[in-house]
C-alpha cells in the first residue's frame, strides 16, 4: 500500500498563533488516526494565502486528499479566496477535499458570505464539512449529500498538549491574564468602549492582587495587543518585565507561555482552548459566540463570561477560583474527543488515491 499524500492548508498567520496551532494539531491527529488504522500517509502543509499557481500546482500534482484544517468562515473577503482555491483544486479530478472544524456561528452573517459558503461547500470534490460552531446552520448551507455526513467536533487545538508534547508546570502561582485589542468589542458591537475594556483589565487585576494572586499578561502574538498590555502596565506604573516580558515570536512559546500559568482568565478563544488542552483552569472573556459554543461543548458555561459581566471583577475572579476547585468534565471532554477523532478516521480511511 502507498503512502497517501494529505495536502493541509494552513493559515500561516505571522502574528497570531491560535490558526497555526489548529493546523498543526489537525496534522498532528491525521497522523495518529493514520498509524491507529495502519494507513500510511505523508502529511505536508501549505499556506492557504499562497497566490503563485506555480506553487499552488505543484503541491496539487503530488496530493490525493486536501484538508482545511477549521477556524472561522466569516470574513467575505477570505472566503472568496478560499473558494478560488478550491476552484483550482477541482481541475484535479482525484483529489479529494475535507473541511475540518470550521467556525459557523450563530450570528446572522451577511448574505455575500451564506452565498459563498454555499458554493464552497457544493463543491463536488468535498467528502466530509464538521464544525465546532452551529451544527444546525452548517446542515442548511449544505446543498448536496456527502459521503460522510456533518458532524459537531472540537477545534483540533485541543489536541496541543500532546501534539506539541508540552505539559503544564503544576507548581506554578501565577494567573495568566490573555489580552485582546481594546476596540474589538466595540466592532461586535457589544458597546463596551475601548476605555472600558482597560478598566476591565486594571479591575481583574485589582481584584486578583486584593485575593493575593499572582499575575502576569500574555497575548497569543499579536504585536498590537503585546503593545496594549505594554502600554497599560506603563499607565499602572508597573513593571514591563515582570507583568507581561517579551514579546513572542512562535507557536510553541504561546503554549509553552499558557502551561507556565495556575489558570487563566483570557479573551482569545485559543487561548483558553490551550489552557483546557494543558488541564489548567480557565475562564473567557467573551467577545464573540464562537467562545460560548466552546464552553457549551465542554460544559462550562458559567465560566465564559458574557459582555454585560465583564466590568465585574470579583464576579470574574470567583469563577476563576470555582474553575480551580472543579476542574473539567474530562468524561465529557473525552467523549467529545472520540467524536472527533471517528472524523479524522474518515480522512485517512478514505478510498481515493492518485493511481
Same mark, same amino acid.
Given at each position: 500500500m502507498r503512502k497517501k499524500n494529505i495536502l493541509i492548508y494552513k493559515r500561516k498567520y505571522k502574528h497570531n498563533y491560535g490558526d497555526p496551532?489548529?493546523?498543526?494539531?489537525?496534522?498532528?491527529?491525521?497522523?495518529?488516526?493514520?498509524?491507529?488504522?495502519?494507513?500510511?500517509?505523508?502529511?505536508?502543509?501549505?499556506?492557504?494565502?499562497?497566490?503563485?499557481?506555480?506553487?499552488?500546482?505543484? +503541491?496539487?500534482? +503530488?496530493?490525493?486528499?486536501?484538508?482545511?484544517?477549521?477556524?472561522?468562515?466569516?470574513?467575505?473577503?477570505?472566503?472568496?479566496?478560499?473558494?478560488?482555491?478550491?476552484?483550482? #483544486?477541482?481541475?484535479?479530478?482525484?483529489?479529494?477535499?475535507?473541511?475540518?472544524?470550521?467556525?459557523?456561528?450563530?450570528?446572522?452573517?451577511?448574505?455575500?458570505?451564506?452565498?459563498?459558503?454555499?458554493?464552497?461547500? +457544493?463543491?463536488?470534490?468535498?467528502?466530509?464539512?464538521?464544525?465546532?460552531?452551529?451544527?444546525?446552520?452548517?446542515?442548511?448551507?449544505?446543498?448536496?449529500?456527502?459521503?460522510?455526513?456533518? &458532524?459537531?467536533?472540537?477545534?483540533?487545538?485541543?489536541?496541543?498538549?500532546? &501534539?506539541?508534547? #508540552?505539559?503544564?508546570?503544576?507548581?506554578?502561582?501565577?494567573?495568566? #491574564?490573555?489580552?485582546?485589542?481594546?476596540?474589538?468589542?466595540?466592532?461586535?458591537?457589544?458597546?463596551?468602549?475601548?476605555?472600558?475594556?482597560?478598566?476591565m483589565y486594571i479591575g481583574i487585576i485589582e481584584e486578583l492582587e486584593k485575593r493575593n494572586y499572582q499575575w502576569q499578561f500574555f497575548t497569543n502574538g499579536l504585536y498590537g495587543e503585546y503593545r496594549f498590555g505594554v502600554q497599560l502596565l506603563k499607565k499602572m506604573g508597573r513593571s514591563k518585565r515582570k507583568y507581561i516580558g517579551s514579546h513572542i515570536f512562535s507557536a510553541r512559546k504561546l503554549v509553552k507561555k499558557i502551561a507556565g500559568y495556575q489558570a487563566v482568565i483570557a479573551a482569545r478563544m485559543h487561548a483558553n482552548i490551550i489552557a483546557t488542552s494543558l488541564g489548567i483552569p480557565s475562564v473567557g472573556l467573551v467577545w464573540n459566540d464562537k467562545m460560548n459554543m466552546f464552553a457549551e461543548m465542554i460544559g462550562c458555561e458559567e465560566r465564559y463570561i458574557p459582555p454585560e459581566r465583564l466590568m465585574e471583577a470579583e464576579y470574574i475572579t470567583n469563577q476563576m477560583e470555582a474553575a480551580m476547585r472543579e476542574g473539567y468534565d474530562m468524561e465529557r471532554i473525552e467523549a467529545m474527543k472520540k467524536t472527533t477523532m471517528h472524523t479524522i478516521q474518515n480522512i485517512v480511511q478514505s478510498e481515493s488515491v492518485h493511481s
Amino acid at each position: 500500500m502507498r503512502k497517501k499524500n494529505i495536502l493541509i492548508y494552513k493559515r500561516k498567520y505571522k502574528h497570531n498563533y491560535g490558526d497555526p496551532i489548529l493546523a498543526d494539531c489537525c496534522g498532528y491527529l491525521i497522523k495518529k488516526a493514520a498509524e491507529e488504522s495502519g494507513i500510511p500517509v505523508k502529511v505536508t502543509m501549505a499556506d492557504v494565502y499562497c497566490k503563485l499557481p506555480f506553487i499552488i500546482d505543484f +503541491h496539487l500534482r +503530488h496530493t490525493d486528499i486536501v484538508v482545511y484544517p477549521g477556524g472561522g468562515l466569516n470574513s467575505v473577503t477570505f472566503n472568496q479566496m478560499l473558494l478560488r482555491l478550491f476552484e483550482r #483544486i477541482h481541475t484535479y479530478d482525484a483529489i479529494e477535499i475535507f473541511i475540518n472544524a470550521v467556525g459557523i456561528t450563530r450570528i446572522k452573517p451577511k448574505k455575500a458570505n451564506v452565498k459563498l459558503l454555499k458554493q464552497l461547500f +457544493h463543491m463536488p470534490q468535498i467528502r466530509q464539512i464538521t464544525t465546532r460552531g452551529d451544527i444546525g446552520k452548517l446542515e442548511k448551507y449544505i446543498a448536496d449529500s456527502k459521503p460522510y455526513p456533518p &458532524a459537531l467536533v472540537f477545534d483540533p487545538a485541543i489536541w496541543v498538549n500532546e &501534539a506539541y508534547c #508540552i505539559e503544564r508546570n503544576p507548581k506554578s502561582e501565577i494567573i495568566g #491574564i490573555g489580552l485582546i485589542r481594546p476596540e474589538i468589542f466595540e466592532e461586535r458591537k457589544t458597546d463596551i468602549s475601548e476605555n472600558q475594556v482597560e478598566n476591565m483589565y486594571i479591575g481583574i487585576i485589582e481584584e486578583l492582587e486584593k485575593r493575593n494572586y499572582q499575575w502576569q499578561f500574555f497575548t497569543n502574538g499579536l504585536y498590537g495587543e503585546y503593545r496594549f498590555g505594554v502600554q497599560l502596565l506603563k499607565k499602572m506604573g508597573r513593571s514591563k518585565r515582570k507583568y507581561i516580558g517579551s514579546h513572542i515570536f512562535s507557536a510553541r512559546k504561546l503554549v509553552k507561555k499558557i502551561a507556565g500559568y495556575q489558570a487563566v482568565i483570557a479573551a482569545r478563544m485559543h487561548a483558553n482552548i490551550i489552557a483546557t488542552s494543558l488541564g489548567i483552569p480557565s475562564v473567557g472573556l467573551v467577545w464573540n459566540d464562537k467562545m460560548n459554543m466552546f464552553a457549551e461543548m465542554i460544559g462550562c458555561e458559567e465560566r465564559y463570561i458574557p459582555p454585560e459581566r465583564l466590568m465585574e471583577a470579583e464576579y470574574i475572579t470567583n469563577q476563576m477560583e470555582a474553575a480551580m476547585r472543579e476542574g473539567y468534565d474530562m468524561e465529557r471532554i473525552e467523549a467529545m474527543k472520540k467524536t472527533t477523532m471517528h472524523t479524522i478516521q474518515n480522512i485517512v480511511q478514505s478510498e481515493s488515491v492518485h493511481s
